[in-house]
């Protein structure tokens, strides 16, 4: 179980960021199901910034981990948010990737995932490096 808040502040060109602060409380839970399957859940409230009309938004996703080795390991995840935008609909995704673990301290992972929103062309895709200090 943790409890993480954030506080996402104006920075950057002023073309892509947005001009008031973002703060965010995120309650992250997480069990081991099996030997290799483990399961994450986590339920956030932010209040939201978009072209300057704020507005309250809740997120919540649920996530199966699988580990296939000391490297390797794949996740399967659902989420959502309530609303999706300002003055706009819920949406909700669907999201699997990979990580693979360089060293006990440096992992590399990519991930691909599709919206169930009904709208054309919605899916994604990503790449990722972590480093912990």
């Known amino acids: 179980v943790a409890l993480i808040t954030?506080?996402?502040v104006p920075s950057g060109s002023s073309v892509f960021h947005e001009h008031n602060a973002q703060p965010l409380v995120k309650l992250c839970l997480g069990w081991e199901?099996?030997?290799k399957w483990e399961m994450g859940?986590?339920?956030?409230y932010s209040n939201v910034s978009q072209s300057g009309d704020r507005f309250d938004q809740f997120a919540s996703s649920v996530t199966f981990g699988y580990t296939w080795s000391k490297h390797i390991s794949t996740f399967?995840?659902?989420f959502g948010f309530i609303p999706g935008g300002y003055q706009m609909g819920n949406n909700t995704y669907v999201d699997t990737g990979v990580?693979?673990?360089?060293?006990?301290n440096t992992q590399l992972d990519a991930r691909v995932g599709y919206g169930l929103n009904g709208v054309?062309?919605?899916?994604?895709?990503?790449?990722?490096?972590?480093k912990r200090f």
């Not at 859940?41 to 956030?44: K, L, Q």
């Not at 990580?99 to 006990?104: E, F, G, H, Q, T």
């Open 6 to 8: 954030a506080l996402t």
């Open 33 to 35: 199901l099996a030997p």
């Open 41 to 44: 859940v986590n339920f956030n």
């Open 76 to 78: 399967y995840e659902i």
């Open 99 to 104: 990580a693979y673990l360089l060293d006990k």
């Open 120 to 130: 054309h062309n919605d899916y994604f895709v990503g790449v990722g490096f972590a």
